[in-house]
């Protein structure tokens, strides 16, 4: 039996069409946290995906009809991710046409209760040094993101947004850090085992696995008091720290979205037109 649901954002309503339980279920869960429970389901909507079950597990495809906004998905019926990702990139590619600039990086809110931004190059230490924060303040520090963030300028303070997303931790870095004497890290070890080991050699903790563990301290955003861009150095060089003006923060930002939020960085972002290279 088949199934209809509405995901309500803060500010995007998303009417799922023909869908399996399990689906809407994988899906409610995955997303708790960002979306409305209670939500008026006579009310309009701005999309509407519609499931269309196919027999062949290995297909993934979609046809977008943006005039009608509807979005129609040919997947098999037990491919509760495939239509979890449809969701999740529809949120983000409405937040790039909104103007929010968009970017890799992770966040946190720290003990004063604001958001601390880290960017960088791949293996440059952004998931080390978040989890590590989060673990060592205990009860005093909150989560946002790992993988994506946008941000937009509220009455004149930019607030940072975070959208859920699996966190993925090299299995050489938990070792690494555990014998350079990291305790904190010794604390993930109970929820870490095989079965959240992929063949990339992560293991990956979902949204509200690591809700859980965190006891609640997920946030969808916060205020930003400051963004930290780390880089990849030789151990045999010396490390300069310096602080960006304003601008060139903002020219940053944008060469990232540029980069990696564009049609031929991957198939997701065909979903509908998005011309990343105008943004204001």
């Not at 305790?183 to 070890?189: A, N, P």
């Not at 079965?195 to 859980?212: A, V």
Request: glycine share 4%; net charge positive; aromatic share 10%.
């Amino acid at each position: 039996m088949n199934h209809n649901k509405i995901f309500t954002f803060n500010d995007l309503k998303i009417k799922l069409i023909n869908a399996q339980k399990k689906n809407i279920d994988f899906c409610t869960q995955y997303f708790d946290g960002y979306i409305k429970h209670q939500v008026d389901e006579d009310s309009l909507f701005d999309w509407t995906i519609q499931i269309n079950n196919s027999s062949d597990r290995t297909r993934e495809d979609w046809k977008t009809d943006e005039k009608n906004k509807c979005i129609k998905v040919f997947c098999h019926k037990d491919n509760s991710t495939f239509i979890m990702r449809i969701i999740r990139s529809l949120k983000i590619l409405e937040d790039i046409k909104s103007n929010k600039l968009i970017f890799k990086g992770s966040c946190i809110v720290a003990k004063d209760g604001f958001g601390v931004v880290v960017m960088g190059p791949r293996r440059s230490g952004k998931t080390s040094l978040i989890l590590s924060y989060l673990l060592k303040e205990n009860d005093q520090s909150a989560f946002i993101s790992n993988s994506i963030i946008s941000l937009a300028k509220i009455n004149n303070h930019y607030q940072a947004f975070g959208y859920p997303m699996a966190i993925g931790i090299r299995s050489y870095v938990i070792d690494s850090l555990i014998n350079k004497g990291n305790v904190e890290f010794q604390q993930l070890l109970p929820i870490i085992d095989d079965k959240h080991q992929r063949e990339d050699k992560r293991y990956y903790l979902n949204p509200y696995s690591l809700k859980k563990y965190l006891n609640g301290r997920v946030l969808t955003s916060a205020p930003v008091k400051a963004i930290v861009i780390l880089k990849n150095i030789p151990s045999n060089e010396t490390i300069e720290i310096k602080k960006l003006t304003s601008d060139e923060v903002k020219i940053l930002l944008k060469r990232y979205q540029s980069k990696y939020f564009n049609k031929n960085n991957g198939s997701w972002y065909n979903l509908f037109s998005v011309d990343t290279k105008h943004q204001q």
